[in-house]
T-cell receptor
Framework: RKEVEQDPGPFNVPEGATVAFNCTYS??????FFWYRQDCRKEPKLLMSVYSSGNEDGRFTAQLNRASQYISLLIRDSKLSDSATYLC??????????????FGKGTTLSVSS | DAMVIQNPRYQVTQFGKPVTLSCSQTLNHNVMYWYQQKSSQAPKLLFHYYDKDFNNEADTPDNFQSRRPNTSFCFLDIRSPGLGDAAMYLC?????????????FGPGTRLTVT
């Protein structure tokens, strides 16, 4: 089975800290990559897509290294509201019509004041 | 306004007693998905519908079935729930297939099997 592996966490950081999450994927044919955020006992929500050139959205920066099959998420100036589980998600070409999103188990971030 | 609605939010069923979980969407999306997420685990895709076309994941147990009577509604039927089926069941939708189309998740139904 294709796998998406993430840092086990949890990450406990103070407000204002910079924190980085890593993710590796096993299927070299994977096409697209995402970070989702999931709050406790809530549904996952798309945080950002990850592009080959790297991309930034405010305090969040995502990087992709296809050669190493590695994805990262950097959060700068952490806020209390950033406390959540961050899921690394990989899109694979499905055998049939549809979107085959493979989720990692997630890394839990806890930001404290 | 809720876009993907799941009912009930919490469901308790007895071992072996059939149960149906419901999902509806107001987005008029073509694709609807059912995921199973166990505690501290990743969401795992069970199956999805592209319009009326049903697509089952290879490792989804036969105990799990789905129906999509119209665009708006999709049901997950668990024919004989076991203790190992206790989980959060997430419904998601997307406008079409492919990575360009974001999946929107409902709040989930937490299933307890006694």
């Amino acid at each position: 089975r294709k796998e998406v592996e993430q840092d086990p966490g949890p990450f406990n950081v103070p407000e204002g800290a910079t924190v980085a999450f890593n993710c590796t994927y096993s299927n070299s044919a994977s096409q697209s990559f995402f970070w989702y955020r999931q709050d406790c006992r809530k549904e996952p929500k798309l945080l950002m897509s990850v592009y080959s050139s790297g991309n930034e959205d405010g305090r969040f920066t995502a990087q992709l290294n296809r050669a190493s099959q590695y994805i990262s998420l950097l959060i700068r100036d952490s806020k209390l509201s950033d406390s959540a589980t961050y899921l690394c998600v990989v899109y694979e070409i499905p055998n049939q019509a549809g979107t085959a999103l493979i989720f990692g188990k997630g890394t839990t971030l806890s930001v404290s004041s | 306004d809720a876009m993907v609605i799941q009912n009930p939010r919490y469901q308790v069923t007895q071992f072996g007693k059939p149960v149906t979980l419901s999902c509806s969407q107001t987005l008029n999306h073509n694709v609807m998905y059912w995921y199973q997420q166990k505690s501290s685990q990743a969401p795992k895709l069970l199956f999805h519908y592209y319009d009326k076309d049903f697509n089952n994941e290879a490792d989804t147990p036969d105990n799990f079935q789905s129906r999509r009577p119209n665009t708006s509604f999709c049901f997950l039927d668990i024919r004989s729930p076991g203790l190992g089926d206790a989980a959060m069941y997430l419904c998601a939708t997307s406008r079409s297939a492919g990575p360009s189309y974001e999946q929107y998740f409902g709040p989930g139904t937490r299933l307890t099997v006694t």
